[in-house]
């Protein structure tokens, strides 16, 4: 008989506590970067870019381990709401990284930008340039940000819930390796 894996495997706690800072960053930087006219502006967008494009790269990746390693199973006594609660925010969560820099790349294609990664080095267009679609995406853009940063206070405290008060275990599967 196979052991119940209590704890996350290296790689997909590597990816997820990479990409909460970076997630945060981003957030933030687009914040910053729609509220300014200022000098600082080119740089929140040259930072914006590349960084969604890694993140996308990420969560591509840790799609990957997730579909390939699975989870370890939520606490038996857990109520049926709250496991179905938690695996809706993780499609959620899972659902919002993803279409975040594919609708970043798709609207600024709308809008005949390049999505500069680095120096010369460009990503091709995803979508035909068109206004109506460019303010489109934007507004998406905009609200599922909103979406986005919810979600993510909401797993945050979840997660701290779990650490905190229920001491559960599902905290340390995420937080540290199985001894």
Not at 117 to 126: A, M, N, R
């Amino acid at each position: 008989m196979t052991p119940v894996r209590t704890h996350f495997s290296p790689l997909a706690r590597l990816l997820h506590w990479t990409m909460a800072p970076l997630i945060v960053a981003m957030l933030f930087i687009g914040v910053g970067m729609v509220a300014t006219v200022a000098r600082t502006h080119d740089t929140l967008v040259a930072l914006h870019r590349p960084l969604g494009i890694a993140l996308l790269l990420l969560v591509l990746l840790r799609l990957a381990v997730r579909i390939a390693r699975g989870s370890p199973p939520l606490p038996r006594q857990m109520p049926k709401a709250q496991r179905l609660a938690a695996k809706a925010s993780h499609v959620v969560l899972y659902a919002l990284m993803l279409a975040m820099p594919l609708i970043g790349w798709a609207m600024l294609s709308a809008a005949g930008y390049p999505v500069t990664l680095y120096g010369p080095l460009h990503l091709p267009p995803i979508v035909p340039h068109n206004v109506v679609l460019f303010a489109l995406l934007r507004a998406l853009h905009t609200w599922l940000a909103f979406a986005l940063f919810a979600t993510v206070l909401l797993h945050l405290a979840a997660a701290l819930l779990h650490a905190l008060i229920l001491r559960d275990g599902v905290w340390a599967s995420m937080a540290r390796g199985g001894r």
